[in-house]
């Protein structure tokens, strides 16, 4: 048996969530406040995701802030980082245009200013 | 010129304020910024975590700035961008400067205090050593990274633990520079949990507390730093340095409301917000003069500077419209464990409850926040936890308000 301690992130109470597991199966949970916290924990022992915020260059040099749409797996960020990094983007850009289809498990990398 | 309403500042605050007062009847409203874009620092913050409260999604920084942006638009609310406010006198005429107006004058009804809120400098940390290039603050960094995509070095130590320090951390690491240490002087971070995780801990990144960094390295250009423990009275002990080679010195350390107009204009401040002393409706000292957002107390969460200038500007509008109101304020203090209180008064003659914001000076569990008038408790709220980095908030209800008799005091304890 293992003990994992998280701090769930949901929400600013910040509540210190234990989850223990026995290989890779979820023996309980305790500590949240609320079932987000128990739903955090629980998706962060197994696969934990995170949405990419990032920036990348236009061909004439603008920044565009960009960010994927939905979170994608924490372990993949290094290689989707460089994978978004060689992205190609040109002409006037609108906040949440799709600069890059199905990066990853469906998740889209979107623009988050207009550029 | 005359305008019902001016907003000093187009930042969250400052555009959150102006729709809510078009909203609330007011529609002679005008918008000051000096800067040539709408939406202030949070066109910078391109990392996600904004309006969970208020969107009930997790957006950017510049795509919360888009929303109001684009609400203050609708409304057609007049905006001078890239206009500096040299000053704002007592009975509310601003002087201001601008590439296409020049020098002139606005006489407003009412005046919205937005101005955010800036970092505190290196300077006021007296760190020994010399003052090579490298050191930046990290809101400075923040700036050349996400708006002029250019990294202020590759090898980082950060000093303090405030938000946008972390997110540093995160942010020149996800641009391929390695940062070996976030240095925090208290023994708790200053920045929010999520960011703790989601910055550090997923990078691997150590975060040292009760450490301080005691000596910078480099003549040209920084190439080292040390960092030592401190004991209780914050003071470096001796043999517990550490060396770090890098280029580059983020400073987090803390914001300080930009005051400089409000303290001319002779409005009365707080020493333990920096911010104007507001009743509950954010009016200041000075009548139909309000203030919201970071200029008023720094806030966590850009959620909550958009609900306080909601307030600001819902009752300027008011002000506008009824004229000056009679006042029968109480004072509020802050007591045990408690930095400080906002609103700082309560005007008992309005109807509807009040929210207070206040920050503790240490982190307490299963702890009681109290409110005592006197030697009679007002309220007592029971907490599992309460940390120095988290604003905390209780609703006063009007019933409860209508208990306090001359002041009320704010107290946390175990
Ligand atoms: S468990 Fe619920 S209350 Fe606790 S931090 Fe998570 S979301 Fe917030």
């Known amino acids: 048996m293992e003990v994992k301690k998280l701090i769930c992130v949901e929400c600013p109470m910040g509540c210190n969530v234990e989850v223990v597991m026995e290989g890779s199966d979820i023996k309980n949970v305790t500590g949240f406040s609320c079932v987000r916290g128990k739903n955090y924990a629980t998706a962060e022992v197994v696969n934990p995701l995170r949405v990419i915020t990032t920036t990348i260059k236009t061909l004439d040099g603008r920044i565009v802030p960009v960010k994927t749409d939905m979170p994608v797996p924490k372990k993949d960020m290094a290689a989707l980082i460089e994978k978004i990094k060689a992205v190609k983007v040109d002409g006037q850009i609108k906040v949440g245009q799709i600069l890059y289809k199905d990066l990853c498990i469906g998740a889209n990398l979107i623009a988050t200013k207009n550029c | ?414």
Request: net charge neutral.
């Open chain 2, 1 to 414: 010129m005359k305008h019902d309403i001016v907003i000093i500042g187009a930042g969250p605050a400052g555009l959150a304020a102006a729709c809510q007062a078009y909203d609330s009847g007011v529609k002679d409203i005008v918008i000051l910024e000096r800067e040539p874009h709408l939406g202030g620092i949070l066109n910078q913050c391109i990392h996600n975590g904004f309006g969970l409260k208020r969107f009930g999604q997790s957006l950017t920084g510049p795509e919360y700035a888009q929303r109001y942006i684009d609400m203050v638009l609708e409304r057609g609310i007049k905006v001078y961008t890239e206009t500096t406010v040299l000053s704002l006198t007592d009975n509310k005429v601003i002087t201001a400067i601008s590439p296409t107006e020049g020098l002139f004058y606005i006489e407003a009804k009412a005046v919205i205090l937005a101005m955010g809120c800036r970092e505190r400098s290196r300077g006021a940390l007296n760190i020994p050593g010399t003052r090579p290039a490298g050191v930046y603050s990290a809101g400075t960094a923040q700036k050349y990274v996400n708006i002029f995509g250019r990294m202020p070095g590759k090898e980082v130590v950060i000093l303090g633990s405030g938000d946008i320090g972390l997110i540093m951390a995160r942010r020149m690491t996800v641009e391929g520079a390695r940062v070996h240490a976030v240095a925090e002087i208290m023994p708790h971070s200053s920045g929010l949990k999520r960011n703790i995780v989601q910055c550090l801990d997923d990078f691997d990144i150590p975060l040292y507390l009760n450490h301080t960094i005691t000596k910078i390295e480099g003549k040209d250009r920084v190439e080292g730093v040390v960092i030592s423990q401190v004991d209780q009275n914050k003071k470096p002990i001796l043999g517990t340095e550490k060396h770090f080679k890098c280029d580059t010195v983020l400073f987090s350390v803390g914001l300080i409301p930009e005051n400089e107009l409000t303290k001319k204009a002779g409005v009365t401040l707080d020493r333990a917000t920096r911010g104007a002393v507001v009743d509950q409706t954010r009016e200041t000292s000075i009548s139909g003069v309000f203030a919201c957002g970071n200029v008023l107390q720094v806030h966590d969460l850009v959620d909550y500077v958009s609900e306080e200038s909601a307030i600001a500007g819902r009752f300027a509008a008011e002000y506008v419209l009824n004229g000056k109101r009679d006042k029968q304020t109480v004072k509020l203090s802050a007591g045990e464990n408690v930095s400080y209180v906002l609103p700082q008064q309560i005007d008992k003659g309005l109807d509807g409850n009040v929210k207070l914001f206040f920050r503790v000076t240490k982190t307490l569990n299963n702890c009681t926040i109290r409110g005592l008038s006197g030697e009679k408790e007002v309220f007592a709220i029971k907490k599992r936890v309460v940390v120095p980095g988290e604003m905390e908030t209780v609703i006063l209800p009007k019933e409860k308000i209508e208990l306090i008799d001359g002041g009320l005091t704010v107290t946390i304890c175990d």
